[in-house]
């Protein structure tokens, strides 16, 4: 049997798929990260642009202190990112620059693997980006062939496209990823061997290196477990609290299958199980839910609507008070995804589908209000949409506004620009999130930032260090005092105590 590694998704797609992005901080990355960094993990997916912008708005924390936290405690697993390609925070396309920025400040801060999956299949365009991240530093590359079921995505469409990743120097392997847990063990059978032959495996170019499937039907646990038998190398899995349901399959349970097998999975169970009793208490304290193992339902794979978008948009729904209307828009959206000619159902189509269901819903009237966003889709801003569009759908979308303006390619935005509209003494790293987030966020993130406590206690040292004058700062609570002390002249302070 063969060598198996392991990818940790808790901290960004379980985060995602269970707790609406929201649930992980920085304080909880930097208990759990030397935990993880414990268990043999060949990588931990850490974040995407979608967790980078949940930091900012929910808990006004700059992202990449997080980044830079997991890297200095994690220091002997590799961090990974996931991206689209396309887009980056925004739910519109992003300029080339954005991007290349946003990549520089991802290696530069201790990222090193980069997934990049075009919904669309756009693999043209998933080369183009591996090349830009591995000019800007990124370590290793993996391009996505995106599973779904719909009457134009075939076991052929499939291998094709995972052919069309195989001329590529950038790409170092390949992946199969399966946002909706809707793989089965029978469709592995299928792809797998479809794909490694499609991609040649002997050719010397990437390999099918990677298994990427959620928990939602419950068949994913067996589902990798085939996968494995088939010569994949590398599988995802998350750890409890944030396993099980929409997210992936129980780490634990997944190195003991798989050990059950024959196959060979260096890994320290015991500190996977701390991290998880980590992960645990923090679930209690903030009332976070628990992922529990999925009872199999044959309707989800009607919507296929992915567990972190459901989880989101239950979310969303009750923040507006309309929390039972969550059935209704999940069976509007079945017509929105036919509609809009099967676009694939993962981030950015599986919200721009299942807003606009909303919107269908909410209204009482399908179309009355069209989204910006799924306009954008319609006219192409993403490439050709694989099967068959609603035509009068079409013809009410481009007369909009928005579908009468031309599709901005971003080629006019340049740093330079950024910077003279948003200040030239930036740092890059407030630069980017300005450059795709809300001002008052933004303001809201960098003034929490000046008043933390960190903030303070690296004050408080600075000064202590300052060859200027003297400094006296004492800080009690209950009995506990903490006290620091500076003579102004240091050679003054010797000369006393000489004397003394």
Known sequence: MAKISLVDVSLRDGNQSLWGATGITTRMVRGVAPLLDRVGYRTLELVSSTLMATAVRYHAEDPWEKIRVARQLAPNTQLGFLTTGKRFITFGRTPDAV????F??????????????????????????????????????????????????????????????????????????????????????????????SLGATTGGPQLR????????????????EAADLGVETLHCGLPPLADGPSH??????????????????????????????????????????????QYDEAYYKHTIPGGVQSTTRRQ????????????????????????????????????????????????????????EVVDLLRGDFGPLPGKVNEDLLDRAL??????????????????????QFGIHLSDEE????????????????????????????????????????????????????????DANPADSAAKEATA
């Open 249 to 294: 399959p129980k780490a634990q349970q997944l190195v003991a299958n798989l050990r059950a097998r024959g196959h060979e999975v260096d890994v320290d169970v015991e500190a996977m199980d701390r991290a998880s009793e980590y992960l645990t208490r923090q679930a209690r304290i903030k009332r976070l839910p628990q992922g529990r193992p999925a």
């Open 104 to 197: 520089t400040l991802l290696a530069r801060n201790g990222v090193r693997k980069l997934w990049v999956i075009d919904p669309m299949h756009d693999m043209e365009g998933a080369k183009r980006t591996a090349a830009m991240a591995k000019r800007v530093g990124f370590e290793e590359v993996i391009g996505g062939v995106c599973y779904t079921i719909s009457p134009v995505h075939t076991p052929e469409y499939f291998a094709e496209k995972a052919g069309e990743l195989s001329d590529s120097p950038d790409i170092d392997g390949v992946y199969l990823k399966d946002p909706s847990g809707i793989l089965t063990p029978d469709s592995v059978r299928t792809l797998v061997p479809a794909l490694q032959a």
């Open 431 to 486: 630069l980017l999130l300005r450059a795709v987030m809300p001002a008052e966020q933004v303001d809201r993130m960098v003034a929490a930032k000046k008043k933390s406590t960190t903030a303070t206690l690296a004050g408080l040292l600075a000064a202590a260090g300052s060859p200027s004058s003297g400094l006296s700062v004492s800080v009690s609570s209950g009995d506990t005092k903490f006290s620091i002390s500076r």
């Open 399 to 420: 007369a909009t506004p928005r579908g009468r303006e031309k599709a901005a390619d971003g080629d006019e935005v340049t740093l330079r620009g950024l910077r003279q």
């Open 99 to 102: 991007f290349e920025l946003a």
């Open 210 to 225: 990677e298994v990427h499937s959620h928990s939602t039907t419950g068949l994913s646990p067996i589902t990798l477990l």
């Open 317 to 372: 729904l009750a923040e507006i008070r309309r929390p039972e209307l969550f059935d209704a828009v999940i069976e509007e959206s079945l017509q929105v995804r036919e509609d809009l000619g099967w676009p694939i159902v993962m981030t950015p189509f599986a919200q721009y589908i299942v807003a606009q269901a909303a919107l269908n819903v909410i209204a009482g009237e399908r179309y009355k209000t069209i989204s910006n």
